[in-house]
């Protein structure tokens, strides 16, 4: 196998794609494959574990980095690429003592203020923010900032608002934005996805773009393809990934650490600022064109989500595989399990205890080459070399992007493909349905395998005490055993791996007749998530469960004593029952939960209260009296979450 370089991205979106396949080209002209690891800061854990275990496996000449990471997660990539001692280019931000390539944020920036400033002449502009901590995003405002104040205009901070590069986020902000103003002349989204959210709330409000108001983007991603042309800065994307590929290389060969490198942009001026622009017909024949090749695109992605969404098996996954990869355009795809995955007795995935060569085998599932698709027997191999030795020569060619797949922050094994040519959104589309879809079928087979070993148990003991009547004591403690960890399975909830609402009333009960014994007060945390069912109209329910597995483990996350339980009550309610504790610690808990969905900062574009999921949280305390039932404490915690939803939602009201 030759060593490969390892990419470490963020998805496979045409940004991320332009990136890597312009890193390729220098790579290939040595015979020097390339793998891209894409992450999910949703299950971190699980990420971090995936990567771990490529960098070790594959031995990579060096790594090039394109970063999107909150800070502690960038320290702790930085920690984790140390111990491996491989050389190390960044793009798009720097870290002391590597080589990084970025494009000129700066410059293009300016180029962009100035357009607007001075020849648009915008006096009002409304600023779209990108992600807070990433490295972009901070420079770009920062610009944006210091040209208004150049020509002595105060930044209107009512007019700066979120859109972390999102088209969804920044659509709902800026509708937000319209609906208590109007007195805007331009906005200035900080990539171009936003920038599309923006014009098509405009659009929808009735205004014209340029006329009224002009619109501009960031990165002339294939999104800066729209009637009208948005005007946008090229960072080069091709020459930086081919730059940072060729620095890399001068590492790799012993030469220097060349600090920071910066790659120019210009300025691309369309007919969202410019009105005589729209006047291009060869202009208007490209966004054409490449409308309908993004058109084609989303419906071949919708497709396969339907087709995929279908499969009840990893058979049956396989098959629909073999049909929509070659109709996507996906020339090779491999999909690999990590052997001795199981589910506990309660609930979640867990790894099985392994032998000194741990975390070294592995199952291909599905293989997919040359238009001819291969379903494995099962049979377990070496994963050291992440494919079996009759596919291992595919991993010294090309592009291979690596997709971790993870349940409840397990990493349970890993989709390797080659994108698509052409339109990103086939290879987005792959990698975000299969990896949704796998951690389901996954869960569900996990949790059939567990029933199935139990019953199992049950029939073996039971026969044991049938035949040997000397060994009836231990068969009839075993069988007790395997029916106490079927009860167990049964108090959890199936979608979000926490407790369900059986656990919840017989762990309230249980508790509550403990403190009308001993006179203790006891707390409880009603949560419902804001405009639940408008996020399933507009997201679907696929991505309503991957938001209530998200809530969950929020939740989960903020509570800390041994006796405290988080549960899924119903539907989008959850419950916290705190035994032994006020209202003050229900609202610390509270607290915590609230900063752990915001961190999460999952979009709801369909929601009035904020462009991301929301929480509304009733909180009431009791002491028990004698004759009082603990409807008493859910009573008084539902009426505080009533009184939470219609005061305006995303709040916490508490009741004793």
């Not at 690891?37 to 060096?62: C, I, K, Q, Y």
């Not at 599309?196 to 014209?208: I, S, V």
């Not at 991603?221 to 001068?250: K, M, Y």
Request: aromatic content about 4%.
């Amino acid at each position: 196998m030759t060593r490969p370089v390892v990419a470490i991205v963020t998805g496979s979106n045409d940004y991320q794609l332009r990136l890597l396949r312009s890193t390729l080209g220098p790579l290939e002209r040595h015979g020097i494959p390339l793998i891209a690891h894409t992450n999910d800061m949703l299950r971190r854990e699980a990420v971090f574990s995936s990567l771990d275990r490529l960098l070790r496996d594959v031995d990579p000449l060096g790594v090039i980095r394109s970063g999107a990471l909150g800070p502690d997660d960038e320290q702790r990539l930085s920690v984790l690429l140390a111990s491996r001692r491989a050389p190390v280019v960044n793009v798009g931000f720097d870290t002391p003592g590597v080589t990084a390539v970025y494009g000129d944020n700066t410059a293009g920036m300016r180029a962009l203020m100035t357009h607007l400033l001075d020849e648009v002449g915008v006096r009002r502009p409304v600023l779209i923010r990108g992600i807070r901590h990433q490295p972009d995003s901070v420079v770009r405002e920062q610009v944006f900032r210091e040209e208004m104040r150049r020509r002595d205009l105060d930044v209107d901070e009512d007019l700066v608002i979120d859109g972390r590069f999102s088209f969804d986020v920044a659509l709902g902000a800026t509708e937000a934005l319209l609906a208590r103003r109007r007195d805007l002349d331009a906005v200035v989204a900080l990539n171009d996805p936003a920038a599309l959210g923006a014009l098509t709330a405009l659009e929808d409000a009735g205004l014209r773009v340029p006329e009224d108001v002009a619109v501009t983007g960031f990165d002339n991603d294939e999104a800066a393809h729209h009637w009208p042309g948005l005007t946008t800065v090229d960072q080069d994307l091709e020459g930086q990934g081919g730059l940072a590929a060729t620095l890399l290389l001068e590492q790799v060969a012993g030469g220097p650490v060349r600090g920071n490198v910066v790659s120019p942009s210009r300025l691309v001026v369309r007919g969202s600022t410019d009105p005589r622009r729209r006047e291009d017909l060869s202009g208007a024949l490209e966004i054409t064109t490449t409308g309908m090749e993004l058109l084609h695109a989303q419906d071949s992605v919708i497709g396969m989500n339907r087709a995929l969404t279908r499969s009840r098996s990893l058979d049956d996954l396989a098959r629909e595989l073999a049909i929509r990869l070659d109709w996507i355009g996906v020339p090779r795809c491999f999909l690999v399990l990590h052997e001795g995955v199981e589910v506990d007795s309660g609930g979640p995935v867990r790894q099985q205890p392994r032998t000194p060569a741990a975390g070294t085998r592995g199952r291909l599932v599905f293989a997919y080459r040359g238009r001819q698709s291969y379903t494995s027997p099962g049979q377990v191999y070496d994963s050291r070399g992440l494919l079996p030795a009759e596919f291992r020569h595919e991993l010294d060619r090309g592009l291979l992007v690596l997709q971790p797949l993870s349940m409840l922050d397990r990493d349970l094994g890993f989709l390797l493909f080659e994108p698509a040519p052409g339109i990103a959104a086939h290879t987005e589309g792959l990698r975000l349905d299969l990896g949704r879809i796998l951690d389901g079928l996954l869960s569900a087979r996990a949790l059939e395998e567990h029933t199935a070993r139990l019953e199992r148990t049950v029939r073996l003991r039971t026969e044991k005490l049938e035949l040997e009547a000397a060994t009836r004591r231990r068969a009839e403690e075993a069988l007790h055993e395997a029916n106490l960890a079927l009860e167990r399975s049964l108090r959890v909830d199936g979608l979000t791996g926490i407790a369900n609402r059986v656990a919840f009333d017989q762990h309230l009960e249980r508790h509550w007749q403990a403190h009308r014994d001993d006179g203790a007060t006891m707390a409880l945390l009603m949560i419902d998530i804001d405009l639940f069912k408008a996020y399933n109209d507009r997201y679907g329910h696929v991505y309503g469960d991957d938001t209530l597995r998200a809530v969950a483990a929020c939740l989960q996350r903020a509570v800390h004593d041994p006796d405290d339980l988080a549960c899924r009550y119903g539907g989008e309610e959850f419950a916290v029952v705190l035994p032994r504790n006020g209202i003050t610690a229900a609202m610390a808990v509270a607290g915590r939960f609230r900063e752990l969905l915001a961190e999460t900062a999952i979009p709801h574009g369909a929601s009035p209260v904020a462009p991301v999921v929301t929480a509304s949280i009733g909180a009431a305390a009791v002491t028990p009296a004698p004759g009082q039932a603990p409807s008493v404490l859910v009573e008084l915690a539902d009426e505080a979450l009533y009184r939470a939803k219609t005061g305006g939602r995303d709040r916490v009201v508490a009741r004793q």
